[in-house]
């Protein structure tokens, strides 16, 4: 079995592949091939489609950056599992990202687009297959959870100790895109490109789902959620020279308060740094959930 290109047309399919495969996430199974479908600039993306009997039965959707070839999705559906198919398209993965002068292949660790950042370890059938495949892991990190039954709005007080500083908090529209940028870059260098696309997606949505705190013109803090995935919440930051005022939590309140409202019943905050945990469990009681590795290969010039 050799896999092809995939195109447009595969969609509907995968989709359906994708919403009896994925059972630990049931909410949006069916869109994660469309997500990831797409060209996201500063990537080539490579979509890899298997076919039996006429049909597609497993796709592979990966993306190139570079000496870095990320691979993002991987699924076969259930009846054609066991033969094989999972390993075909991993190996013709493997030797396109090879040849297009990638000298790592990661399943996990993309900042542009993703669905996860590495793989759930309770979808261990694939996450063996990847061992087994000379993969092994380079991080672990963690989701955390917080239930969206009970989500309290910001205190009066809190907004009152903010009123008291100088600061404004309000939802984020279009035009504020350049000043969300400024305060990314200004204040997160490594990481500012990436906030950067996030913030601006966010922006441009309608009701945008981004909250900003300033002090006057200048962004001193913002939180999103819903960028990637319905469920995921962030990012979040506030300017180190205004913590201590209660920005980050009242953001933070506004922006679960938003997910709730759009009917999401459990907000993922996903990719959590370990020094983050402490603040995220207590200004939004989140509990410790999802884990992920992140898996890396090295390819050689005769990648299988």
Known sequence: MTPRDGTDDDLPALG???AA???????????LPRLLWTEDAGTTRIRLVAERDGGPVGVLLGSL??????????VVAPAARGAGIARALLAAWERRAAASGATRSRAGENLRTYAWPGVDIRYTAFLAMLLRSGYTRAKTVYNMDVALDHVPAPTPDALARLERAGLTVRRGEPGDA??????ALRLWSDISDVWFRETRAALHREPPPIFLAFRGEQVVGFAAHGIH???????????????????????????????????VQVAQIGWVAETAIPFYSRTAGARLGRCFWMMKKTLGGAAR
Do not use: N
């Not at 950056?65 to 999705?73: E, K, P, Y």
């Not at 020279?241 to 309140?253: F, K, P, R, T």
């Open 65 to 74: 950056q570079g000496d870095d070839a990320f691979l993002d999705l991987v």
């Open 21 to 31: 495969s994925f059972d630990l996430d049931p909410e949006d199974a069916a869109e």
């Open 178 to 183: 350049d000043a969300v940028g400024e305060h």
């Open 16 to 18: 359906a592949i994708a």
């Open 229 to 263: 995935r319905p469920s995921l919440y962030g990012p979040i930051a506030t300017d180190p020279a205004e913590q201590g005022h209660g920005i980050g939590a009242v953001l933070s309140d506004l922006c679960l308060a938003d997910m709730a409202a759009r009917g």
